[in-house]
Nanobody, 119 residues
Framework: VQLQASGGGLVQAGGSLTLSCAAS????????MGWYRQNPGKQRELVAA???????NYADSVKGRFTISRDNAKNTVYLQMNSLKPEDTAVYYC??????????????WGQGTQVTVSS
């Protein structure tokens, strides 16, 4: 199973970006999917998560600005980021709890995509 993240880049404060993360491989089903972010020397923190049924959870710092969604047919999770702030600058990682027929459920991580917000 592989998670391929894309959509990061450089944007001015107040701007928007959309991240995508597609899971591929031998997948029977995907439970929770999420986005985390990390800066050098700091712990990776949860940004947003979404269950297979569509329930969502957000970090307080992004509530009202970011929206997580998923397309179950495409095994893809999205993060729409609006009103970006310099403090949103980080490497963003996606993850997914993937169930495989013979291997049970495992959490997989994408490779990370850099988001830089200039002031």
């Amino acid at each position: 199973v592989q998670l391929q993240a894309s959509g990061g880049g450089l944007v001015q404060a107040g701007g928007s970006l959309t991240l995508s993360c597609a899971a591929s491989g031998s997948i029977w089903g995907i439970n929770d999917m999420g986005w985390y972010r990390q800066n050098p020397g700091k712990q990776r923190e949860l940004v947003a998560a979404i269950t297979s049924g569509g329930s969502t959870n957000y970090a307080d710092s992004v509530k009202g600005r970011f929206t997580i969604s998923r397309d179950n047919a495409k095994n893809t999770v999205y993060l729409q980021m609006n009103s970006l702030k310099p403090e949103d600058t980080a490497v963003y990682y996606c993850n997914a709890d993937v169930t495989r027929v013979v291997a049970g459920t495992t959490t997989y991580w994408g490779q990370g995509t850099q988001v830089t917000v200039s002031s």
